[in-house]
Nanobody
Framework: VQLQASGGGMVQAGGSLRLSCVAS????????MGWYRQAPGKQRELVALIHKVGSSDYADSVKGRFTISRDDAKNTVYLQMNSLKPEDTAVYYC???????WGQGTQVTVSS
């Protein structure tokens, strides 16, 4: 499996979820890993990214609420999502930034 995302679900507004993504070694070693999301009728957008050295960046819409991290020993990238809002509802995907390689995403649904 090249990219396997998990951890999605249904939560109420204000709740939290933690997403995980296991990547094949070749993809993970590419360097920058990112979490993306795609809501119905909208384009896929980059939510957060993390460099090999651990520095990260976030879309303005999730700053202060989401935290991306990586475990190089497990080829896994995480997305801790707190204070979730209905507008966070989307399918979430992980990928090596710029690779255009995608796996199955995981659905996140936030109810008001």
């Amino acid at each position: 499996v090249q990219l396997q995302a998990s951890g999605g679900g249904m939560v109420q507004a204000g709740g939290s979820l933690r997403l995980s993504c296991v990547a094949s070694g070749s993809i993970f070693r590419a360097g920058v890993m990112g979490w993306y999301r795609q809501a119905p009728g909208k384009q896929r957008e980059l939510v957060a990214l993390i460099h090999k050295v651990g520095s990260s960046d976030y879309a303005d819409s999730v700053k202060g609420r989401f935290t991306i991290s990586r475990d190089d020993a497990k080829n896994t990238v995480y997305l801790q999502m707190n204070s979730l809002k209905p507008e966070d509802t989307a399918v979430y995907y992980c990928s090596a930034v710029g690779s255009n390689v995608w796996g199955q995403g995981t659905q996140v649904t936030v109810s008001s």
